[in-house]
């Protein structure tokens, strides 16, 4: 390739030089011969002058006759002949018979239409030693011209009309010559032959941390079904990840899928029996699901654990009463306000179990107590139908009056 742009830069050049000693050669052959001096004609006198050379004369302030005068004719005016100079001799070019010109396959067998270029076989590769001189390369440039010339005229009369000639260089490239070391292009296929075939990961960097992390941040906002991708994945990574079982539970459990959920836990649960707050939500679990008994049993090896966690006192105290044991409802309401007496669920819990057994006066004063710690409860108790023994009273009627008021 490089070989053809040096050559192709010495045509060019070549074919510069050539046009300049054309151009030179033609301007000589069309230069005007220099002509001799000759004298101007007299002036004509102001009574012969016409209507022009009158106009004129007024208006350069010479005199005009009064009365016009007829122009006389013309006369003939002989004018001196003019010898052309003599031209600077010029170099001879060379004869037409000493440029050889290139032969042209007859028309009928590559037909040629205005526009198109006939077909014709690439330049074989040029070395550096078989590149001509200057001089050469200048009668080269006027062997291609002639012989374009006389292609283009043989053309036209094969076909009865002019031929446009081409429009500019092939659009074939010259193919490289053999010598060269390397290709300027490889196939694709050559590149990837070189290229491992080692699958790249999808989740490349990623963990089960990280899966665990990121579930926890879409659980946060409530995006529970992308929670439990991320925890699966998690999972995916590392299935003996407790935290993950545990998390992915607890987003099945707040979308609504309690099978799915109770597997989690029963999961995490084997993974680590010893975990409370997994016992404490499987009991919840079962709570919902009407499965008092099994609840209890939650709830009790959770309290065996940790025995001073009010959440739990509570949750148990909850399966009681929806399970028809008040009395021992009671009694943990009671044991997690004695824990914690800030707890509004507790008292709220206290309330329903005192109504239930029938003791007024402790379930208008732990339903006071809720409603204090949490305004929420007054909207709650008013339609309850475990505290239906309070339903009616005045007390109570103007507890939740009261609790109105100040939620406005």
């Known amino acids: 390739m490089k070989r053809l742009l040096k050559v192709f830069l010495l045509l060019s050049l070549a074919g510069g030089v050539a046009f300049g000693v054309w151009m030179l050669v033609a301007q000589r052959r069309r230069a005007a011969p220099t002509a001799s001096y000759v004298p101007p004609a007299p002036a004509k ?23 016009p005068v007829e122009p006389p004719a013309e006369p003939e005016v002989a004018w001196a002949t003019v010898e052309p100079a003599p031209e600077a001799p010029a170099e001879p070019l060379p004869a037409e018979s000493e440029v050889p010109l290139a032969t042209v396959e007859p028309a009928s067998e590559a037909p040629v239409v205005s526009g198109e270029e006939p077909g014709s076989e690439p ?39 002019p031929v446009a000639p081409p429009a500019g260089p092939p659009s074939t490239p010259a193919p490289e010559s053999e010598d060269e070391d390397t290709p300027l292009l490889e196939s694709v296929e050559e590149v990837l032959a070189d290229v ?21 941040v879409y659980f946060n906002v409530g995006q529970y079904r992308l929670a439990i991708e991320r925890y699966t994945s998690a999972i995916g990574l590392a299935p ?27 999961r ?14 499987r009991g919840m679990l079962h709570l919902y699901r009407a499965n008092y008994a099994a609840a209890l049993r939650d709830f009790n090896e959770a309290l065996a654990i940790d025995p001073a966690d009010t959440t739990v006192m509570v949750n148990r105290g909850l399966a009681h009463l929806h399970g028809g044991d ?17 707890d509004a669920a507790a008292h709220y819990g206290a309330a329903q179990a005192s109504a239930m057994l029938g003791n007024r006066d402790a379930a208008l004063r732990h339903v006071r107590r809720a409603i ?28 939740l009056r009261e609790s109105g008021s100040r939620s406005r």
């Open 326 to 342: 008040a009395a021992s409802a009671l009694v943990d309401f009671q044991e997690a306000v004695a824990v914690d007496p800030a």
């Open 240 to 266: 003996e990840m407790v935290a993950a079982y545990y998390n992915r539970a607890n987003a099945h459990t707040r979308s609504g899928d309690y099978d799915s959920a109770l597997s989690d836990y029963n």
């Open 123 to 161: 330049p074989p590769s040029v070395s550096d030693e078989a590149l001509p001189a200057e001089a050469d390369v200048v009668t080269a440039a006027f062997e291609s011209l002639a012989a374009e010339g006389e292609a283009l005229q043989q053309a036209e009369a094969a076909f009865g009309h």
């Open 196 to 216: 491992p075939a080692t699958p790249i990961g999808t989740a490349a960097g990623r963990t089960a941390d990280s899966y665990l992390d990121e579930g926890n």
């Open 268 to 281: 995490s649960l084997d993974l680590n029996p010893g975990d409370a707050d997994a016992l404490n939500n």
């Open 372 to 399: 204090e710690l949490d305004n929420a409860y007054a909207r709650e108790a008013a339609g309850d139908p475990k505290l239906e023994a309070l339903q009616g009273d005045d007390a109570f009627i103007r507890l």
């Open 45 to 67: 006198p102001a009574e012969t002058a016409g209507p022009v050379e009158a106009a004129v004369s007024e208006m350069a302030g010479a005199p005009v006759a009064e009365t």
